[in-house]
């Protein structure tokens, strides 16, 4: 038996790989007929079809059917339902009305509310909302009515807040934190988000101070799936992408918890965010979370969640959430580094390691760093250097991105095992203290930067347990060595696999790295293989095998459809026009509009127009001259009080208009109100290229300015009428797309755009 060890070793390796990604979330099972108080995934889908059919954005006919849709739902479980309206600008000068939709369970007792979250808007303009986020709502009114029929009364209200306009500023939110009491009544907040349309949903936890006591109660509550770790939050903090719990941690110092799924990222914001693409299986682990977390917050004491101290989390097959206070973090390290040079001396003193040796294993492990390293850094310039349309996909995460990222993963195997076959000749414990010496000092960095990731630790103390067998054994169990191996296999094996998700493909060097330190730490397992060199050639060939996969599934189908964009752009004052893309490999639909050979140099003054990434046109061309007609402007007010110009400026629609943007020349603004809702000092302090607002008109609404500049200064206002209705407006032709054609998120698309300047 023993000489088939080392084959059996690698199948449960992957055994272990497989069941740490399996483990991850519930499987779905049609469950219509589950009892009445139990959650049922497919009671939720229900919501999620009925939410999803169309677009149904703030401003766009179907947000009205959807808020309705929600309020019937909400009566029919007997809660008596309210709305909030208002106007609100948020924080990122992104204006529009918005209509929060209200619900509230009465607890037996006068403690500190729990509140459920979710928003019922879709981005605009061809998002179909099925994952971001009907799938939240849906999650809401299925566990909401599961909990009702239990017939338990809890402790705490509940309160329901189906949000509005999150997707253009998270308004919705800003409405119910800044204007409606509820808001001092509650404790907690449960948010449940999408950002993809599949794989596992993570916690992720928002809070002002010290994350401990949410971590310790999120724990007794028992959720059977968790997926989180502190690294993710401490990342995710970094990143500029904020949820409607944001407004809650920021204005009113209330802890809460997002829950949200990434997977299928090329999804998100998209026309084929649909019913259909929804993995169920993430859904069932959306439901999964929110009834333990209804039954144990609905009855614990939520004025008690403040903690000046952070826990270090991170989940495990079996363990579920594990945790332990930061105060661990250093003395954690201390035992490590002293369990190094114990074993250092120890191995030394009888002759198990050799200074030569241990020298020999930084040969290959720098090697594999650099070698590594440099294919993922410039993996995906290479890949858009061969695949230009990948380019299109401004998610950055491609349809076949999956298939890359276990190509880039089976690379560095590759290369780690030629490596050690080449340079690695030493006794296995020998190439551990290399290793362990990296390990340390990551460790240490973490400690000192990047405190949520110190769980990094806890394999590094399994590779200390294997170098102390290995240093005091002469024929070790490869099968001890293996279990010794699984926290560093289920712990990261899951981050290999999200950071280019989430991140994009641009980050496939963090996939190839943590392979990299991941093999590292099992080197125990692979140290003894005598057939390294086999081996390395089989995960090349299988690397190869997975680049032609994605070479074959390079292209665009009805299923995996090309984003596309085409813009229409009249400026009025110069009565010329112009058709506008921000393709960088032009489609068919595209090009009959836009001659790659004959285009026009891009106008640099529309790059300014608000886009998720900052994307700019690529190409525009000569355009005919429609007779659109402009809005009307009308200053009612333009005076001079003390050092101060005050002016009052109305802008009216004369068309059916869906977003208007206005930018101002370099000038001081003192002071602006849009529809009598002030503008703050931060913003107008931090305004990104002049830019003064963003109106996403509801009901063809006016805007009105009011703005304070010094008295000395001139003021010229850049105007940008906006309406998505270039597919469908009678002064035009444009045909639909084709089934492999999609929408492109994130810009302004399918818009007959005017521009016009004013000067004060």
Not at 67 to 88: A, F, M, N, P, V
Not at 187 to 203: I, Q, T
Request: with cysteine.
């Amino acid at each position: 038996m023993k000489q088939y060890s080392s084959p059996i070793t690698l199948l449960l390796l992957l055994l272990a790989i497989y069941w740490g990604f399996e483990a991850a979330m519930p499987s779905y099972t049609p469950d219509a007929n589950i009892e009445n108080v139990s959650f049922s995934t497919d009671r939720a889908l229900v919501h999620v079809k009925n939410m999803s059919k169309k677009p149904h954005a703030v401003g766009f006919p179907a947000h009205s059917e959807v808020r309705d849709y929600i309020i019937s739902e909400l009566t029919k479980l007997g809660l008596e339902t309210t709305t909030q309206q208002g106007y609100t600008a948020g924080d990122w000068g992104n204006f529009s009305s918005a209509t929060n939709i209200l619900a509230r369970i009465k607890g037996s007792e006068k403690g500190k509310a729990l509140l459920l979250l979710s928003h019922y808007d879709s981005n605009p303009h061809s998002s179909l909302g099925a994952s971001d986020a009907a799938s939240g709502v849906a999650t809401i009114l299925e566990g909401v009515r599961a909990f009702l029929e239990q017939n338990n009364t809890p402790k705490n209200d509940i309160i329901i807040l189906i949000s509005d306009a999150e997707e253009l500023g998270l308004n919705g939110a800003d409405l119910f934190v800044n204007n409606h009491p509820w808001v001092k009544e509650t404790g907690l907040v449960l948010n449940f988000e999408a950002r993809g349309s599949g794989g596992p949903s993570y916690m992720l936890l928002e809070t002002n101070r010290g994350n401990s006591k949410v971590i310790d109660e999120f724990i007794k509550a028992n959720p059977k799936y968790p997926a989180a770790n502190s690294l993710v939050y401490s990342v995710y903090k970094m990143l500029p992408n904020d949820t409607d719990l944001t407004v809650f941690r920021e204005d009113m110092d209330i802890e809460g918890l997002n829950f949200a799924f990434i997977d299928d990222h090329y999804d998100y914001h998209t026309a084929r965010d649909n019913y259909e693409r929804l993995d169920r299986n993430t859904l069932a682990h959306q439901g999964s979370y929110l009834m333990p977390l209804l039954k144990h917050f609905g009855n614990s004491d939520l004025s008690n969640l403040k903690s000046p101290n952070d826990s270090i989390y991170f989940n495990m097959p079996f363990f579920r959430l594990v945790s332990y206070p930061f105060d661990w973090i250093f003395p954690m390290l201390a035992l490590a580094i002293i369990g190094l040079l114990t074993l250092l001396i120890l191995g030394l003193r009888n002759s198990s390691l050799e200074i030569k040796e241990i020298g020999r294993g930084f040969v290959p492990l720098f090697l594999i760093l650099a070698i590594n390293g440099v294919v993922g850094y410039f993996g995906w310039t290479a890949l858009t250097n061969v695949y230009p349309q990948y380019q299109d996909i401004l998610h950055g995460f491609t349809y076949n991105g999956y298939v890359y990222i276990a190509a880039f993963v089976l690379l560095s195997v590759a290369v780690g095992f030629w490596t050690y076959h080449k340079f690695g000749k030493a006794q296995t414990q020998n190439l551990l203290i290399a290793p362990l010496l990296l390990w340390l000092i990551l460790c240490t960095l973490v400690a000192l930067y990047l405190k949520g990731a110190s769980f990094f630790i806890i394999p590094v103390f399994a590779l200390l347990a294997s170098l102390l067998i290995l240093t005091h054994q002469k024929s070790p169990s490869p099968y001890l060595l293996l279990f010794l191996a699984l926290p560093a296999i289920w712990i990261y094996s899951p981050l290999i696999k999200m950071f280019p998700v989430g991140l994009g493909l641009k980050m496939m060097i963090t996939s190839t790295l943590l392979t990299s330190l991941t093999f590292f730490l099992l080197l125990p397992v692979f140290g003894p293989l005598k057939n390294k060199n086999r081996l390395a050639y089989i995960f090349l060939l299988l690397c190869f095998g997975f680049l032609l996969s994605a070479h074959f599934s390079s292209g665009f189908d009805k299923e995996n459809a090309k984003p596309t964009s085409l813009v229409y752009i009249l400026d009025v004052d110069k009565n010329t026009a112009h058709w506008a893309t921000y393709d960088h490999v032009l489609s068919n639909w595209t090009s009959q509009y836009i001659d790659v050979n004959k285009v026009e140099t891009k106008n640099a003054a529309y790059d300014v127009l608000s886009s998720k990434y900052g994307t700019g046109f690529t190409y525009t061309a000569e355009a005919p001259v429609k007779n659109i007609v402009p809005p009307t402007i009308e200053t009612t007010m333009d005076t001079i009080i003390g050092d101060h110009r005050k002016l009052e400026i109305c802008i009216t629609p004369q068309r059916s208009t869906n977003r208007l943007e206005i930018f101002t020349n370099d000038v001081d603004i003192i002071k602006a109100n849009i529809n009598k809702i002030e503008l703050s000092d931060y913003y107008l302090k931090n305004r990104m290229n002049n830019k003064l607002i963003t109106h996403y008109v509801s009901n063809n609404d006016y805007t009105e300015l009011q703005i304070t500049i010094p008295k000395e200064s001139a003021l010229e206002l850049s105007l940008y009428e906006a309406s998505n209705d270039l597919l469908n407006n009678p002064s035009f032709t444009v045909p639909p797309r084709p089934e492999d054609n999609i929408p492109m998120p994130f810009v302004l698309n399918d818009a007959i755009l005017i521009s016009k300047k004013i000067k004060y």
